[in-house]
């Protein structure tokens, strides 16, 4: 009889763990507390995008940079200080740049109701905001999450880079809790967005001992990035959007894959193996399918790694 109450509060006990870890994150979490937040949110993402046409792309990378590091936890927007160089600063994110926005929509934010929203809470808002602006779905984001106070340049090593390859990008996204389907609908963000020439010339010359040019490139599409990008380069800001409808949330990404057009290794690679070619070839047909799977995934990865014992910051880029 002992035994059997001990498994009964056992199981007992894991359902609260479970209900709880459900209701950290809530799509009606500001209802009472900051009902206006969403739409002080999607002015502020709203009238930077107006001004500049790179802010949906940054923002929607930052998002990605930020779950893929210690969780959704805003440690992306951190400042560096004397003592620490913080994710903001470590490469992959010096080009993301757009952190400002996060910025003036904390500062209203904290006028309409102070110390409620979490500057991780903001960056998952925005994102779905500039999908959702640029012609792709809209879905409820569920929020709650707490800011955390350890950012470190030096983790975004462990970020995906361009030149992966599918076993690569899998494993990286497993250590996240993601899966094959995630991969390739989450990497459907480069839908949006632009890539500087450091980022895919090495497909362009020498690529190999025996080839010049990556195999799996389009032999037109290499010689117009050839262009683009020359040897010298004297143009910094030199390099090419990651489709050929950037400004639109929208399947070409899939299409271009399925000709040998993708930018970055990484991007054509899913084309490449069969673990991921099914999946391209299944989006590139079905936008509809994509969009679906895409909110989905979105979801997973605003659900990574949430932490318990974090802070509302009052600013995004110093700890409280």
């Keep these: 009889m002992v035994a059997k109450n001990l498994v009964c509060a056992i199981i007992l006990l894991l359902l609260v763990s479970l209900g709880q870890a459900e209701a950290a994150l809530n799509a009606h979490y500001y209802d009472q507390t900051c009902p206006q937040a969403e739409k002080i949110i999607l002015d502020a993402v709203r009238n930077a995008s107006m001004h500049d046409?790179?802010?949906?792309a940054r923002i929607l990378r930052m998002f990605f940079h930020d779950c893929f590091i210690r969780g959704c936890d805003a440690s992306v927007l951190l400042d560096s200080t004397p003592q620490n160089k913080a994710e903001?600063?470590?490469?992959?994110?010096i080009s993301v740049r757009s952190f400002y926005v996060i910025d003036d929509a904390k500062a209203e934010l904290e006028k309409a109701c102070p110390?409620?929203?979490s500057c991780a809470d903001i960056i998952a808002i925005a994102a779905r905001d500039v999908v959702t602006m640029s012609g792709g779905p809209y879905w409820n984001v569920l929020k709650g999450r707490k800011d955390g106070r350890v950012s470190k340049a030096s983790e975004t090593r462990s970020l995906p880079a361009p030149t992966f390859n599918v076993t690569q990008l899998i494993q990286?996204?497993?250590?996240?809790?993601l899966g094959v389907q995630d991969l390739v609908a989450l990497s459907g963000g480069h839908t949006l967005g632009f890539s500087h020439c450091s980022s895919f010339e090495a497909r362009l010359r020498n690529f190999s001992s025996l080839l010049d040019i990556d195999p799996s490139m389009?032999?037109?599409?290499?010689?117009?990035?050839?262009?683009?990008?020359?040897?010298?380069?004297?143009?910094?800001n030199a390099g090419q959007f990651l489709d050929s409808t950037s400004s639109a949330f929208d399947n070409n990404y899939y299409k271009q894959l399925t000709v040998g057009k993708g930018v970055f290794g990484s991007d054509q690679s899913l084309f490449g193996d069969f673990r991921t070619k099914w999946i391209v070839e299944s989006f590139a047909i079905d936008q509809g399918l994509f969009f679906k799977e895409f909110v989905n995934s979105m979801v997973k990865l605003g659900?990574?790694?949430?932490?318990?014992?974090?802070?509302?910051?009052?600013?995004?880029g110093v700890v409280n």
């Design 115 to 117: 110390h409620t929203v």
């Design 303 to 316: 659900n990574v790694s949430i932490i318990e014992n974090g802070e509302v910051r009052l600013k995004c």
């Design 53 to 56: 046409p790179k802010v949906p």
């Design 218 to 236: 389009d032999l037109d599409f290499a010689e117009k990035l050839r262009s683009k990008c020359p040897k010298p380069n004297k143009d910094r």
């Design 88 to 93: 903001k600063d470590g490469p992959p994110n």
């Design 172 to 177: 990286s996204f497993a250590q996240r809790g």
